[in-house]
Nanobody, 125 residues
């Protein structure tokens, strides 16, 4: 499966953005999909994930309550709605997918086989 991330941009603190992860080559509903982010000089961080063949969702502690991950199977796309953005949310955001990973690995970036290119989110104070 090929993944295309988009939707990043410059937004003021408190604003919102919706990131998209569009898939081609395979039906994304059969894959668990996650968003990770990486800020300059920092390690990659789990943001959110949605399990394959269902709607179970998982969120990182730093974003819980401010972001929502959801699928649109008709568009073969997973979205990340981000609200109440903070300057600390500034990072390159990546979507990733995997067909077989288990729930205990869903926050582990090493468990994902497919990655899209990043989309940059910049939050100004």
């Amino acid at each position: 499966v090929q993944l295309q991330a988009s939707g990043g941009g410059l937004v003021q603190s408190g604003g919102s953005l919706r990131l998209s992860c569009a898939a081609s080559g395979r039906t994304l509903s059969g894959y668990s999909v996650a968003w990770f982010r990486q800020a300059p000089g920092k390690e990659r961080e789990f943001v959110a994930a949605i399990k394959r063949n269902g709607d179970a969702t998982y969120y990182g502690a730093s974003v819980k309550g401010r972001v929502t991950i959801a699928r649109d199977n008709a568009k073969n796309t997973v979205y990340l709605q981000m609200n109440s953005l903070k300057p600390d949310d500034t990072a390159e955001y990546y979507c990733a997918a995997d067909k077989t990973l288990i729930t205990s690995s869903i926050m582990n970036g090493e468990a994902y086989d497919y990655w899209g290119q990043g989309t940059l989110v910049t939050v100004s104070s």
